[in-house]
């Protein structure tokens, strides 16, 4: 594919980094997928708002602030990544809009770093979730809390880290599409 003198390429990638002439099957496809999309963002948006209003006024509600209940935080967390990640399969409704997946493009670009954002942050999550529970069950001890609050800004920033890793050192166009929708490509799949 021919690119301009910043190695930008001049228009999108051939089959199979984008698709052009999308199948009502694959379009099909990406409306249920957008459509589950748009239910993950609305419950988890609901349970987010849900959750930190709890925190907010928890005098009213509770003897304890649930803000220094550690479970509770941790399950925050996942569920603020299940967002991130929600809105990366949102993107879908774009590109059945236009009847094509198109690489390199800023929405191809923002789906699949929100997906890989909301998958890494959703993973690390899950495993401090687990490890935390063994901690606490298995040892019978409990963490500090600002060591525990320094645990979660070290799982954020880690996810970020490693999300913000994959342009920097593939480029900013090894997030094509894979399949029907976007994700990053393969370490033997240069375009």
């Known amino acids: 594919m021919a690119t301009d003198n910043t190695g930008i390429p ?15 099957e694959i379009r099909n496809g990406l409306l249920a ?9 609305v419950l988890t948006s609901g349970l987010l708002a849900f959750i930190t209003w709890r925190m907010i006024t928890w005098r009213s509600h509770y003897t304890r602030a649930v803000a220094r209940n ?15 990640q929600s809105l990366g399969f949102l993107l879908s409704f774009y590109w059945t809009s236009l ?6 493009e800023g929405a191809c670009f923002a789906q699949g770093i929100l997906i ?21 069950v298995v ?3 409990n963490v500090p809390y ?11 920033a880690f996810a970020l ?15 094509l599409r894979a399949g029907i929708w976007i994700e990053v490509l393969g370490c033997y799949q240069n375009p």
Not at 10 to 24: G, H, I, K, Q, V
Request: proline residues 3%; aromatic residues 14%.
């Open 10 to 24: 001049e228009a999108y990638y051939e089959a199979p980094y984008s698709l052009t002439n999308m199948s009502d």
């Open 161 to 175: 880290l490693l999300t913000c890793l994959v342009p920097i050192v593939g480029g900013r166009y090894v997030i």
């Open 70 to 84: 550690q479970a509770v935080v941790l399950i925050y967390q996942l569920i603020l990544a299940d967002f991130f």
């Open 139 to 141: 040892l019978s001890r």
């Open 99 to 104: 009847r094509l997946i198109a690489g390199p």
């Open 146 to 156: 600002k060591m525990f609050v320094l645990y979660i800004l070290v799982i954020w």
């Open 116 to 136: 890989q954002f909301g998958d890494v942050a959703s993973a690390f999550f899950v495993l401090a979730i687990a490890a935390h529970t063994t901690y606490q």
């Open 33 to 41: 997928i957008g459509t589950l999309a748009t239910m993950s963002l």
